[in-house]
């Protein structure tokens, strides 16, 4: 079987690499490695009972993220089974890092796996050249030399590409697991904001959804140019959620910029109002509440930008929107659905009510930003109709919390809990959470 070469194969799919080291790739939908500079593509193939098969080229071909973090597996159907790959950018020992590569037989029958790749460390010897020098890939006609690794039944083999390091002093044990590697990302995102809810996106749940958007973010931040609205909410929010990892500083120069440049979109109409204010709050909490003047200048440009006047700068950022635009991350929605700054110094929990699938479901979100000041834990547990409630606050003393599902609550104590009275919740759903406490 010849290699179909063709241009237009689907390089579309998640970008794969490390914090620290410049490498970066994408990987497609099928597995195809693709790196964003000039080195060739590594892409994979698999010799069963019956034929080669070419993933990019087959339709029974399944890809997931790991808890939505940039370590991927993707199954490709053969006789009997799947046969999986792993792919997963893992820190080694004396600064060394690697593109890993691992492949798990979960079929029948012995394969074999070719790597458009000669230049790797393997965890067991690979295929090799026949005596007449013929390469162990018959009927696969490649441009490169791969590499060969035969995998039995029900067992898996790695390989890894060197980024950086010496490869003669390296071995593949030395790298992370695709286990430790996933749980790191997931960390690292959980350090910003972290969610226990049953919301569902697209069929992945939500909180997988947020890892892969701040994993992506982490490894291709937005870039820094500004040449409409729409490109300073996108570099905004995501500086916001750097920063909130820890990953970087925003450049007040650069700050300064694109709100300029959104303020000047917004009175002009070139943006919606959706979009625009997702970006305000952005910038509000990069700017700080530490700088009075900076904060001063920054709430006189928003009320023109946004012709309001006589509001504070809480109540201009917690104006609903309804003009049914996405926002650009997903974690940007879910947050301002949970917690937010609704006036000076008050931040209310569930602004909208309890959404239709979270009625008579435990959740819990820990860490939303509320303003810029503020960050708010709670959980959500059932006594028969009632939500009961435990909250807790991050910052300076005097914020007062109030609920957007009863009116009636308001606290100002940094922690503690309550009864909520809650309308419309379904009888199956009281019957079975009625047992639950806040223990």
């Not at 939303?368 to 059932?382: C, K, L, T, Y």
């Amino acid at each position: 079987m010849t290699e179909n070469k063709t241009a237009d194969r689907d390089m579309s799919g998640r970008t794969i690499g490390i914090l620290g080291h410049p490498w970066r790739a994408n990987v497609t939908p099928a597995g195809d490695i693709y790196p964003l500079g000039n080195e060739l593509p590594i892409r994979w193939y698999v010799a069963a009972d019956d034929r080669w098969h070419i993933p990019a080229d087959e339709v029974a071909v399944r890809q997931i993220a790991v808890s939505g973090t940039p370590v991927l597996e993707t199954r490709l159907r053969v006789p009997g089974g799947d046969v999986i790959q792993r792919l997963w950018v893992a820190s080694g020992r004396q600064g060394s890092s690697a593109l890993m590569m691992e492949f798990e037989n979960d079929s029948p029958m012995a394969v074999a796996v070719a790597i458009s790749h000669d230049d790797l460390l393997v965890s067991r010897p690979v295929a090799v050249r026949n005596v007449s020098g013929e390469w162990p890939a018959p009927g696969l006609e490649l441009d490169q030399v791969p590499t060969v690794l035969p995998v039995g039944h029900r067992t898996s083999v790695r390989a890894a590409l060197v980024l950086s390091g010496s490869s003669p002093t390296i071995n593949i044990e030395d790298f992370a697991n695709h286990d430790s590697v996933a749980r790191g990302w997931v960390a690292l995102s959980d350090s910003a904001s972290r969610f226990n809810i049953p919301d569902v996106i697209e069929s992945i749940p939500a909180g997988d959804v947020i890892v892969a958007e701040r994993s992506e973010l982490a490894l291709s931040p937005a870039p820094n140019v500004f040449t409409n609205g729409e490109d300073c909410v996108r570099w905004l929010i995501s500086q916001r959620e750097l920063q909130r990892m820890s990953l970087s500083q925003v450049d007040p120069v650069d700050l300064a910029g694109a709100v300029e440049v959104l303020a000047r979109a917004t009175r002009r109409n070139k943006i919606s109002r959706a979009l625009a204010t997702d970006g305000f709050r952005s910038a509000l909490f990069l700017l700080g509440t530490d700088q009075e003047r900076a904060v001063s200048d920054f709430s006189k440009l928003l009320a023109k930008a946004l012709s309001l006047r006589g509001q504070s700068l809480a109540q201009m950022l917690a104006r609903k929107n309804d003009d049914g635009v996405d926002g650009f991350l997903q974690v940007t929605s879910i947050e301002n659905e949970l917690a937010l700054l609704t006036d000076e110094n008050v931040a209310t929990l569930l602004p909208d009510g309890i959404a239709h699938n979270r009625l008579g479901v435990q959740f819990e979100v820990h860490d939303i930003a509320v303003g810029a000041q503020h960050r708010v834990s709670f959980a959500v547990r059932w006594h028969g109709p009632n939500a009961a409630v435990l909250w807790e606050v991050v910052g300076p003393v005097g914020l007062i919390l109030r609920s957007g599902v009863d009116p009636s609550w308001s606290s100002t104590q940094s922690s503690g809990e309550a009864l909520w009275k809650v309308e419309n919740v379904p009888t199956a759903a009281i019957i079975e959470n009625q047992n639950l406490s806040f223990s």
